[in-house]
């Protein structure tokens, strides 16, 4: 084989997956935009959501700032070496990274050194198949962590919260599956997708949930019981309520794909693998001897334009609904202005902006920060950064990550030095609730994955601290304008995040006794 030449085609994989979201996915999108009711906050996500499609589509830059784990399912020919496929990936990889279209996202678990390059012991995950077809099938996904978290596993049988108890029977079954959705709420960047693994051990259960992600949207499952309840979990997930972001909505779940394998007797697990609305992954089949890319995968049928004149009507009609109630803070903000914003309040911020993530919140926690933060805004966020000729950082991507990894830290770091605005996705918990209206503070929602859309509302690096960190979790000092988020928490101890999981719970309940047959 031509290793060069299959090197660049993984290349090509790579930039593709991280940069130009698949059709089918597309489709699942532009039905939700059509769904949901004009004029909600889970409708301006949406719109957040489709422009920011489209400006990773002409950047040719990363969807989401956060491009994951690269998980690869290789399937080759008899005879070819593996080997050679690995080191070409890793090639591949190293220069996606390199180019700005993979955030160096690779991190010693002892040290938390970052090799910025994104290979290290354990990544990229490639997994290899031998077949018998003449050709090399590809694939890839790229799996954001905020998304990864959400994942969770059950044993059944077991008790679960609104539902009661699951056994080990399709009914059970069927329980945990809208138990996952449920717990995921917002934090998992709704609405999302997810694949289900029943049987295995801890381990296989969760490849197996995984590769129910490399199925198409719009697939059938030749199994007639998995087909019923893939249907079931489509049609009443959505019921819950919980909606784009987590702000509350019409559409939660955009897609669910189940598999089966055996199991041991004394084990039955139900494993669910949960992945966000930028649901990157695509694949190629490849030439063994030439190393050229054949054909892509995932590229049947429409695919939507969001710069087309129906994604635009539907985009116009939400903003000329948001902007109606529009509050503008430049920083340094004081407690005052904060006090008078309330859970549902649409906020545009100019000026400076300083990020701050896992390693910035455990830093600060025992020593001073780099800036004066009195009155300033924490952004969690990981950018994925360039630096050009001159030296001068550049934003590639700039969504922001899940809050909720902050919770115990954030209240204790906003008093200390006097932060008044958290800006993330997800929503935090009681302990920064507090610290809130004690402090005088507010927690912004973002819409996650968003990463061009708020990349091009920043508008110059100004700076950065503590890039021993590497550059995920460095503090990045960002000059912004226009930069929109909408008040989930607020200083009087308002949660959105609160009461959407409390309604959601309650309609959850609601199947706890529909049996499944």
Same mark, same amino acid.
């Given at each position: 084989?031509?290793?060069?030449k299959?090197?660049?085609s993984?290349?090509q994989l790579?930039? @593709?997956?991280?940069t130009?979201l ?7 999108i532009k039905?939700a935009?059509?769904?949901?009711n004009?004029g $909600?906050?889970?409708?301006?996500s ?7 499609i ?9 969807i989401c700032?956060?491009t994951?784990?690269?998980t690869?399912?290789i399937k080759t020919?008899?005879?070819?070496n593996?080997?050679?496929i690995?080191t070409?990936?890793?090639?591949a990889?190293? #220069?996606a990274?390199?180019? =700005?279209k993979l955030?160096?996202? !690779?991190?010693?678990?002892l040290?938390?050194?970052? %090799? ?6 354990? $990544? ?5 198949e #031998? ?8 694939r ?9 978290n959400?994942?969770?596993?059950? %044993? ?5 919260e609104g ?7 399709l009914?059970?079954?069927r329980?945990c599956?809208?138990? !996952?959705?449920?717990q995921? +709420?917002g934090q998992g ?5 997810i ?5 295995g051990?801890?381990? !296989?259960?969760?490849?197996l949930?995984?590769e +129910? ?8 499952n ?8 893939? /249907?079931?979990?489509m049609?009443?997930?959505n019921?819950l ?5 987590g702000?509350?909505?019409?559409t $939660? ?5 189940? =598999?089966?394998?055996n199991r041991?007797?004394a084990s039955?697990?139900?494993s669910v693998?949960y992945?966000c609305w *930028?649901?990157?992954?695509?694949g190629v089949?490849?030439?063994p001897?030439t ?8 590229q049947e049928g429409?695919?939507i334009?969001f710069?087309?004149p129906a994604? +635009? /009507?539907?985009?116009a009609a939400v903003?000329a609904t *948001? /902007?109606q109630?529009?509050?503008?803070l430049?920083?340094p903000?004081t407690e005052?202005?904060?006090? @008078?914003?309330?859970? =549902?309040?649409v ?5 400076r902006?300083?990020?701050g993530r896992? *390693? ?5 926690t025992?020593?001073?920060a780099?800036?004066?933060l009195n009155?300033q ?6 950018p994925v950064?360039l630096?050009d ?8 991507a700039?969504?922001? $990550?899940t !809050? ?8 204790d770091? &906003?008093?200390k030095?006097?932060?008044?605005a958290v800006?993330?996705?997800?929503? &935090?918990?009681k302990?920064?609730l507090a610290a809130?209206k004690?402090?005088?503070g507010?927690y912004?929602?973002?819409?996650? =994955?968003a990463a061009q859309?708020?990349?091009?509302r920043i508008?110059s690096v100004?700076g ?6 590497g550059?995920? @979790?460095?503090?990045?000092h960002?000059n912004?304008?226009?930069?929109? *988020?909408?008040?989930?928490?607020d200083s009087?101890?308002n %949660? ?6 409390k %309604?959601?719970l309650e ?5 706890a ?5």
């Amino acid at each position: 084989m031509n290793i060069e030449k299959f090197q660049e085609s993984m290349y090509q994989l790579v930039v @593709e997956t991280s940069t130009n979201l698949p059709k089918d996915v597309r489709r699942a999108i532009k039905a939700a935009a059509e769904r949901e009711n004009a004029g $909600t906050r889970s409708a301006m996500s949406l719109d957040t959501i489709t422009n920011n499609i489209k400006m990773a589509d002409d950047k040719v830059s990363p969807i989401c700032q956060d491009t994951g784990l690269p998980t690869f399912k290789i399937k080759t020919p008899v005879g070819v070496n593996q080997l050679e496929i690995k080191t070409a990936i890793y090639n591949a990889i190293a #220069q996606a990274t390199k180019d =700005g279209k993979l955030r160096p996202n !690779s991190v010693d678990s002892l040290t938390g050194d970052n %090799s910025g390059d994104n290979l290290g012991g354990g $990544t990229p995950v490639i997994k290899f198949e #031998q077949w018998e077809k003449d050709y090399i099938d590809a694939r890839l996904i790229l799996k954001g962590g905020g998304c990864e978290n959400k994942n969770i596993q059950y %044993s059944l049988p077991a008790e679960l919260e609104g539902l009661g108890r699951a056994g080990r029977d399709l009914d059970g079954i069927r329980k945990c599956i809208m138990h !996952s959705v449920y717990q995921a +709420q917002g934090q998992g960047c709704s609405a999302g997708f997810i694949g289900v693994g029943i049987g295995g051990d801890r381990s !296989s259960g969760y490849d197996l949930a995984k590769e +129910q992600l490399f199925r198409t949207v719009d697939d059938v499952n030749p199994h007639p019981d998995l087909r019923n309840l893939e /249907e079931y979990v489509m049609e009443n997930a959505n019921k819950l309520g919980i909606g784009t972001m987590g702000f509350g909505g019409e559409t $939660t779940l955009l897609g669910c794909k189940i =598999g089966v394998m055996n199991r041991i007797p004394a084990s039955f697990y139900v494993s669910v693998a949960y992945n966000c609305w *930028a649901y990157r992954r695509l694949g190629v089949a490849v030439n063994p001897e030439t190393g050229e890319i054949k054909e892509w995968m995932y590229q049947e049928g429409e695919k939507i334009d969001f710069s087309q004149p129906a994604a +635009q /009507e539907i985009a116009a009609a939400v903003e000329a609904t *948001a /902007e109606q109630n529009v509050i503008t803070l430049t920083a340094p903000i004081t407690e005052e202005q904060i006090r @008078e914003l309330k859970v =549902g309040d649409v906020v545009q911020i100019n000026g400076r902006m300083y990020t701050g993530r896992d *390693a910035i919140h455990k830093y600060l926690t025992d020593h001073d920060a780099p800036v004066d933060l009195n009155g300033q805004v924490i952004y969690h966020c990981g950018p994925v950064m360039l630096k050009d000729e001159e030296g001068n950082w550049h934003v590639k991507a700039a969504g922001p $990550t899940t !809050s909720i990894r902050e919770e115990p830290y954030q209240g204790d770091i &906003m008093k200390k030095f006097g932060i008044r605005a958290v800006i993330g996705k997800g929503g &935090m918990g009681k302990k920064t609730l507090a610290a809130l209206k004690d402090h005088g503070g507010v927690y912004l929602n973002a819409i996650g =994955g968003a990463a061009q859309y708020y990349a091009d509302r920043i508008k110059s690096v100004e700076g950065v601290d503590l890039m021993n960190f590497g550059i995920p @979790e460095a503090m990045w000092h960002l000059n912004v304008e226009g930069f929109t *988020a909408v008040v989930t928490m607020d200083s009087h101890g308002n %949660s959105l995040h609160e009461d959407v999981e409390k %309604s959601s719970l309650e309609k959850l309940a609601q199947f706890a006794d529909r049996v499944y047959k």
